[in-house]
């Protein structure tokens, strides 16, 4: 049985309204389109996957709400094995994201809310059967100390298998705000670091971000830098520069760019191209390429 691709994260919902142009505060205005979809880092990651033909499963906290069905069905649309997933009783409501792409540029405006939600917790993460897996993703959600104690838990795991059945694992760095991601570079075989972050340490390019934060991440790793249209950079485990440019999509008359999830997209595609042995640089390139895809098509639904 092929070994599945294990996403642990955030399912939220995305309600998407298309504008013509950005609105301006206390404006009124009619928009272009408007949608529902599933959101969240690791539940568009996780789908992606499925989508490019990989085993994909999604770890996360389910409320008991009608969102929550809506997410629950669309994972199993896209084929996402949901089985470990936690319900959460005590009255909690889907996190939403109320979204605003521009139609001209594909700029995607997020307003999220997720306050107190509840994260998947170690000692749940604890019980999953690990031979199932060769790569488990970890989106850098703010229960920073539990996914730092899960990565530890494969760690222990990898010494106790033979090397061809040992989990590879991936960690997003994201969110300029939570500090405590701060000290997870050196807990993943990969690390995917966000350009947000890179910009809010100071760093001056991509370039500078990936070699200076290689520093800190640990022996044998590499990190990787999505950059929006400037494509993707990277610092391999031979400490060398990689980069991929960008691959814009070509639209055709009357087609938007949207890069809602583009990021996403691209781990995704990254994560199984190195899954499958592919090299760095192969890796780089496919992640761009599919996430270049992505920005000229409404959703994912064209990626498979
Ligand atoms: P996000 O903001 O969703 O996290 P990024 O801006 O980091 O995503 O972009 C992720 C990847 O998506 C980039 O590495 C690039 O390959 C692709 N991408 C994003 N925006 C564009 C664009 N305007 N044209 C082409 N590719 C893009
Ligand atoms: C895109 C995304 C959206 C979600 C938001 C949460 O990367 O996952 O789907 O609303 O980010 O921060």
Redesign the pocket.
């Known amino acids: 049985m092929t070994k599945r691709i294990l996403v642990v994260g955030l399912a939220c919902v995305d309600i998407i309204s298309v504008v013509q142009d950005y609105p301006e505060e206390d404006s009124d205005q009619r928009v272009l389109d408007y949608y529902w979809q599933r959101g969240g880092n690791a539940a568009n990651t996780s789908c992606v996957l499925s989508l490019l033909g990989a085993r994909s499963e999604f770890l996360g906290t389910f409320a008991t709400d009608r969102e929550a069905e809506f997410l629950k069905e669309v994972f199993q649309k896209y084929n996402v094995v949901t089985e470990n997933c936690v319900t959460n009783t005590d009255n909690v409501k889907t996190p939403t994201s109320i979204v605003i792409t521009n139609s001209k540029n594909?700029s995607r405006t997020i307003l999220h809310h997720g306050k107190n939600w509840p994260e998947i917790k170690p000692e749940h993460f604890k019980k999953l059967d690990l031979t199932q897996y060769k790569w488990i993703h970890f989106e850098g959600r703010p229960s920073c100390d539990d996914i730092k104690d899960m990565l530890l838990w494969i760690d222990e795991y990898n010494k106790t298998v033979d090397k061809d059945a040992r989990i590879r694992t991936s960690l997003e760095i994201?969110k300029t705000t939570r500090i405590g991601l701060d000290n997870l570079f050196d807990t993943a075989d990969t690390i995917f670091v966000?350009?947000d972050y890179v910009k809010s340490r100071g760093y001056k390019t991509k370039e500078e971000g990936v070699q200076k934060l290689y520093a800190k991440c640990r022996e044998g790793s590499e990190i990787i830098c999505?950059?929006?249209?400037e494509?993707?950079v990277a610092v391999g485990t031979d400490g060398m520069l990689h980069s991929s440019p960008?691959?814009?999509?070509k639209l055709s008359p009357g087609q938007n760019?949207e890069?809602?999830?583009?990021?996403?997209?691209?781990n995704a595609a990254f994560i199984l191209s190195r899954s499958k042995g592919q090299s760095l640089n192969e890796a780089l390139t496919f992640?761009?390429q599919v996430?270049?895809a992505?920005?000229g098509m409404k959703g994912i639904d064209g990626l498979d």
């Open positions: 594909g994201e966000s350009k999505p950059w929006g249209e494509g993707a960008a691959f814009p999509p760019m890069t809602l999830a583009a990021g996403d997209t691209f992640g761009c996430a270049g992505k920005c």
